[in-house]
C-alpha cells in the first residue's frame, strides 16, 4: 500500500536529499510502480493554524479522498492509480511526514488513506510560515520515492504569506527544475488577498493553478474541487 520511505528514518534522509538538491543533483530512485499522479498533500501547522482549524484541514481532506467523484477521477487515468502523501508543516526545517506514500486506486484505498488522515496527529512544532521550505522538502521527498508518475506535484495549503526561509522564488526555480508542479489553496480567512499572492508568487509548473477558500469552513468544498482538478477529472478544466 506504501511506496518509498515511511516515518522512520524519512527526516534524516530527506534533511540530506534537500542539500543534495540545493546543489544541483537529484537522488536516482529505482521506480517500482507507475501512477498518474504522485501528490503531496501540505497541512498548514504554523502558529496561525490553531487546533480547531487544524481539525477542519485533515476533516476537508478525508471527506474528499471517500467522495466518488474523486474515485471517478483516479479510476479515468491511464494507470487508475496515484501514490499520496500527506506532510504537516510550518517554520524552515519543520515538516512531518504523517501520512507515508500511499496508492490510491479503489473505493477500499481511497477509504483507507482517509481513515489514516482523520487519525493523524498534529506532530509539526508551531512556528512561521516557510511555503518555501515545504517546497524544498517536497521536491527532496518525490525524488527519494520509488515511484514513477506521469506527474509530480506538491499542494500547498496556507492562510498565510512565506515569512521564513529561502526566498519563494527560488523554491519555486527549483521546482521547475525538478519538473513539479505547485499548486496552491489559498485560506483567505486572515488575508483576504492572499491568492493573488499564491498566484503571483507561489504556483509554478504546468496547469499550475490556485483554489480559494473563504474561511477553513469553506476548505473541505475547495479541497474537493481541487483535487478533482488536480487528479485530472477529463470534466473538469
Request: glycine share 8%.
Amino acid at each position: 500500500m506504501t511506496g518509498g520511505r515511511g516515518l522512520t528514518g524519512s527526516r534524516a534522509f530527506l534533511l540530506a536529499s534537500i542539500v543534495f538538491l540545493g546543489l544541483g543533483g537529484a537522488p536516482a530512485a529505482q521506480s517500482s510502480r507507475h501512477v498518474d499522479l504522485e501528490l503531496v498533500l501540505a497541512i498548514d501547522c504554523s502558529y496561525s493554524v490553531d487546533a480547531r482549524e487544524f481539525e477542519l484541514q485533515k476533516i476537508g481532506l478525508a471527506q474528499a479522498f471517500r467522495n466518488p467523484v474523486v474515485l471517478a477521477a483516479i479510476q479515468a487515468g491511464e494507470h487508475k492509480t496515484i501514490a499520496v502523501s500527506v506532510v504537516e508543516w510550518s517554520k524552515s526545517g519543520v515538516q512531518e511526514i504523517v501520512v507515508p506514500w500511499t496508492l490510491v486506486r479503489d473505493g477500499p484505498s481511497a477509504e483507507a488513506l482517509a481513515a489514516r488522515i482523520e487519525a493523524a496527529p498534529r506532530l509539526t512544532a508551531e512556528g512561521a510560515t516557510s511555503i518555501s521550505s515545504m517546497i524544498r522538502f517536497g521536491i527532496a521527498y518525490l525524488a527519494a520515492n520509488s515511484i514513477s508518475g506521469e506527474r509530480r506535484v506538491i499542494d500547498i495549503s496556507a492562510d498565510g504569506r512565506n515569512n521564513a526561509g529561502q526566498k519563494i522564488a527560488a523554491a519555486g526555480a527549483l521546482a521547475r527544475a525538478y519538473g513539479v508542479t505547485i499548486n496552491g489553496l489559498a485560506i483567505l480567512n486572515e488575508i483576504p488577498t492572499l491568492h493573488f499572492y499564491f498566484e503571483q508568487q507561489v504556483i509554478s509548473g504546468p496547469d499550475a493553478f490556485v483554489i480559494e477558500a473563504n474561511d477553513y469552513e469553506h476548505y473541505a468544498v475547495a479541497i474537493l474541487h481541487k483535487l478533482i482538478r488536480e487528479i485530472g477529472y477529463p470534466a473538469v478544466s
